[in-house]
């Protein structure tokens, strides 16, 4: 039997259940730097601190479980994408950087990011009128959505928002119908499928998306071969027939829309650059078909977000800078063989830019060790330790099978370390927050431990399943915290149940 710890010192030997990528720790501080945000760091007494706060002061001041979000480094990966972007398609074409808000969005965080030079996108009303409230100026401001509700709409046309993004026919023509009754006229992208799906290393190209968003790029069977205006199709136009093809003709014709555009958004947790180019090239063809059957040359294209970061030791971001650049020579060059001019670009990162500037912090509860079968054949341990939340305020494990890592925050330790497996304490045997992580062998009841690369779709997904009230959210910077969310009380959550008296 092997008692499931790595040594300390030694060269460790592997974990027989220890994913091949997950490293025996010894000295954890050249780990946690590359997955924490850039302003953390160890105090002298090994507590860590992150924006000049150590991580017991901020858990007796705001309780745990706690999402604390480093405002410098959210500041500075939000300057990042801005100032990569666009140095790379300078001279030919501005850029504007849409935070994808979906990933967490507060007043404050809005704030930062148009103060960044940022514009925000929102995915429902919810998160359009919070933009609003956080001071995005609606011009700066997109909306998104595979099915936007008329008072959705409604609300961008009334705030006078900077784009709508549509999903489909049917909500081309209500935009255009509710905008003619305001009397305004909508600016409109449209959400193209171009049969790129990425994730990480590797995208596939299909002719044919399984999927709800967007307008496909490729004919339906039995379409017309002229379209609704009676352009034919010929080889130069194979789009003809297609969803994106009928939606952008109609598009052009329709009263109460400007359409700017074109959008696609080909997944996420991306780390290269080559599905980003062969989608623009995509989209840069059907631009070129719309100028040559309608002599519109549309001034925008927008290739989302999906921007990859590391959660673990195993993932390796390129930085913004080398994905701009590469996205940059593809679009300018794609543009120039169609005599095209280099449209206006957008792009859309969410996790890339809050992700990593989160940290969620939990007190470490119950902790036993489970005898496991091994692959090898071996017998082994398995350290399970139990954390104050879980799945309800980190729902991508469950989700996604999302891998994160930990680090004992509260002290620092010497010593052995055991492959460990942090859960939650909700009654669902798959509430697990991070799978595999060496952590101390001396970790113990009360400890804090903290999870990076938190910031993104944590807070954003987070539920009261068993009725666990939602964390607070803290900013942290120039050693001060403050509160962006509160902490939910239990009588707030309680309080929905029409018998519910708080006792
Ligand atoms: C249209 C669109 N844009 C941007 C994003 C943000 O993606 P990420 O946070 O991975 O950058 C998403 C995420 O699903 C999306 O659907």
């Known amino acids: 039997m092997q008692d499931g710890s790595a040594q300390h010192g030694s060269a460790p030997r592997a974990h027989p259940l220890a994913p091949s990528w997950l490293t025996a720790r ?11 945000p850039a302003d953390a760091h160890r105090d002298a007494e090994g507590r860590l601190v992150i924006g000049g706060v150590d991580v017991e002061t901020l858990a007796a001041q705001h309780g745990t479980p706690l999402y604390v979000l480093s405002e410098a480094d959210f500041r500075a990966r939000a300057r990042s994408f801005r100032e990569a972007f666009s140095a790379a398609f300078a001279p030919e074409a501005e850029v504007d950087v849409f935070y994808a808000g979906k990933a967490f969005l507060s007043t404050h965080v809005a704030g930062w990011a148009v103060q960044e030079g940022l514009c925000v996108d929102t995915a429902s009303g919810g998160e359009l009128a919070l933009a609003l409230a956080g001071g995005v100026p609606p011009e700066k401001i997109g909306l998104h959505g595979n099915n936007k509700s008329d008072a959705e709409i409604q609300r961008a046309l ?14 081309l023509e209500r935009i255009s119908r509710l905008a003619v009754a305001a009397g305004t006229r909508a600016p409109v992208m449209l959400r193209l499928t171009p049969g790129v799906h990425a994730s990480t290393h590797e995208y596939i190209a299909t002719a044919h998306e399984d999927q709800k968003f967007g307008l496909s790029l490729t004919p339906s069977a039995g379409a017309p071969s002229t379209d609704a205006d009676g352009t034919p199709s010929t080889p130069a136009n194979p789009y003809l027939g297609s969803p994106a093809w009928t939606a952008a003709s109609r598009a052009l014709q329709l009263p109460g829309v400007e359409l700017r555009g074109l959008h696609a958004h080909i997944g996420s947790q991306i780390f290269e650059p080559a599905g980003f180019e062969l989608a623009a090239q995509k989209l840069i063809t059907f631009l070129a078909s719309l100028h040559s059957a309608y002599g519109v040359e549309l001034p925008e294209l927008d290739l989302g977000g999906g921007h990859g970061i590391a959660y673990t030791e195993a993932d390796t971001p390129r930085h913004p800078e080398s994905i701009a650049a590469a996205l940059a020579a593809t679009v300018k060059q794609a543009c120039a063989e169609h005599a095209l001019r280099v449209p206006r670009i957008s792009i859309e990162p969410g996790r890339a830019i809050v992700g990593p500037a989160g940290v969620t912090l939990y007190r470490v509860g119950v902790q036993k060790d489970v005898q496991v079968d091994a692959p090898d054949g071996s017998t082994t341990s398995r350290r399970y330790v139990a954390v104050d939340g879980g799945m309800s305020d980190n729902a991508r494990g469950v989700l996604y099978d999302a891998d994160y890592s930990a680090v004992l925050a509260s002290r620092r330790v010497t010593g052995d370390h055991a492959l460990s497996r942090i859960v939650g304490k909700h009654c669902e045997s798959g509430d697990i927050v991070v799978r595999n992580v060496y952590l101390p ?3 113990a009841r009360d400890d804090l431990l903290a999870v990076p690369a938190t910031g993104a779709y944590c807070h954003s997904l987070s539920s009261n399943y068993n009725y666990l009230t939602r964390p607070a959210v803290v900013a942290v910077a120039d050693g001060a915290s403050q509160v962006l969310i509160r902490r939910e009380t239990e009588q707030e959550m309680l309080g929905r149940d029409t018998g519910f008296a708080a006792g």
Not at 158 to 171: N, T, V
Request: proline content about 0%.
């Open 26 to 36: 010894r000295d954890t501080d050249d780990l946690e730097a590359a997955l924490l």
């Open 158 to 171: 009334d705030a006078g928002i900077g784009r709508i993004i549509a999903d489909s026919l049917d909500e």
């Open 441 to 443: 062998t001396a970790t």
